[in-house]
């Protein structure tokens, strides 16, 4: 079954300091990989995606990404958090589905991440 | 940019009425898609459509139907409102393609259904 798991519900981390939301994915074939972010009464914006190349991925607002296959993980990182980064986080995979064809996505539950100031 | 333009921010409807839910977008995006979002469940699919007049069935349609007469606009129909569909609609849009487009969403409508 394909799957997006975001283990934690919420991370807190005080500004300034690195932060790092986890995804880790269950899909066949070549993952798609999206991360969102919801800030609240808002609709998802996109921030980056990986499709191929290279396992770092950059994105908007300073955040990246790191593609890891062998542990199917892409968490995303911040290396000096703000108080506006104060947001939902939602990590995306895919729909391998019908081999793809459709542009589903696959969605984690969401994890809230608090920045203290 | 990219608009996707949810017709209501707040709705607030009863029992047993016809609902209705209006999306549009502004990029000649062939798919279009409807989500629910519930604290603790994430974006839950609803309906896909790829074209005019086309539409998928997503993870949870029961309860739900929709209309893509025009490329730009997609509409949700809940067609006997109970309070289980108390929830985040959301509406998003990309363009066809190899899978690698990202999804632009609006702003959500809070569905109350008393």
């Known amino acids: 079954a394909q799957s997006v798991a975001q283990p934690e519900d919420q991370v807190n981390v005080a500004e300034g300091n690195p932060l790092t939301v986890k995804c880790t994915y269950s899909v066949s074939g070549n993952p798609y990989l999206f991360w969102y972010v919801q800030y609240p009464n808002r609709g998802l914006q996109f921030l980056l995606k990986y499709i191929t190349g290279d396992n770092l991925v950059k994105g908007s607002y300073g955040f990246e990404a790191e593609f890891n296959k062998s542990q199917t993980s892409f968490h995303l990182k911040k290396p000096s958090a703000l108080v506006s980064d104060s947001a939902l986080y939602f990590c995306a995979v895919r729909d391998m589905r019908y081999g793809g064809a459709t542009n589903k996505l696959i969605f984690g539950t969401g994890t809230l991440l608090a920045v203290q100031p | 940019d990219v608009k996707v333009t949810q017709s209501s921010r707040y709705l607030v409807k009863r029992t047993g009425e016809k609902v209705f839910l209006e999306c549009v977008q502004d990029?000649?995006?062939?798919?279009m898609f409807w989500y629910r979002q519930d604290p603790g469940l994430g974006l839950r699919l609803i309906y896909f459509?790829?074209?005019?007049?086309?539409?998928e069935k997503g993870d949870i349609p029961e309860g739900y139907s929709v209309s893509r007469e025009k490329k730009e606009r997609f509409s949700l129909i809940l067609e006997s409102a109970s309070t289980n569909q108390t929830s985040m609609y959301l509406c998003a849009s990309n363009h066809r393609g190899s899978g690698n487009q990202p999804q632009h969403f609006g702003d959500g409508t809070r569905l109350s259904i008393l």
């Open positions: 459509s790829y074209d005019v007049k086309m539409k």
């Open positions: 990029m000649d995006h062939e798919n």
